[in-house]
């Protein structure tokens, strides 16, 4: 089972950035896809980003022109930079990884947006 470990979140200005680190412990190009998804207090949670394995992005309507989610192979590391954060974007990161047969999720991330 792929350990999944996130970093980077924590608490930011409206207009300010913030980049979200996802660790793998395997090799990412194992998995189909990889990507965020986020929870907001009370709401379900909601995909932000995903990566595919031969590198195509798709984003989330609320955060596409402001979120950029890349990835390093040689790390096994899947970031997610998010500028012009605005208190919306409140909520925990997830991380996760799509493999043929199964779904891994990071523990998450909590990401405040507040003056």
């Known amino acids: 089972q792929v350990q999944l470990v996130e970093s980077g979140g924590g608490l930011v200005q409206p207009g300010g950035s913030l980049r979200l680190s996802c660790a793998a412990s395997?090799?990412?190009?194992?998995?189909?896809?990889m990507g965020w998804y986020r929870q907001a207090p009370g709401k379900e949670r909601e995909l932000v980003a995903v990566?595919?394995?031969?590198?195509?992005?798709t984003y989330a309507s609320a955060v596409k022109g402001r979120f950029t989610i890349t990835r390093d192979s040689a790390k096994n590391t899947v970031y997610l930079q998010m500028n012009s954060l605005n208190p919306q974007d409140t909520a925990v990161y997830y991380c996760?990884?799509?493999?043929?047969?199964?779904?891994?999720w990071g523990q998450g991330t909590q990401v405040t947006v507040s003056s």
């Open positions: 395997e090799s990412i190009f194992s998995f189909r896809a």
């Open positions: 990566i595919t394995s031969l590198g195509r992005t």
């Open positions: 996760y990884a799509q493999s043929v047969t199964a779904r891994a």
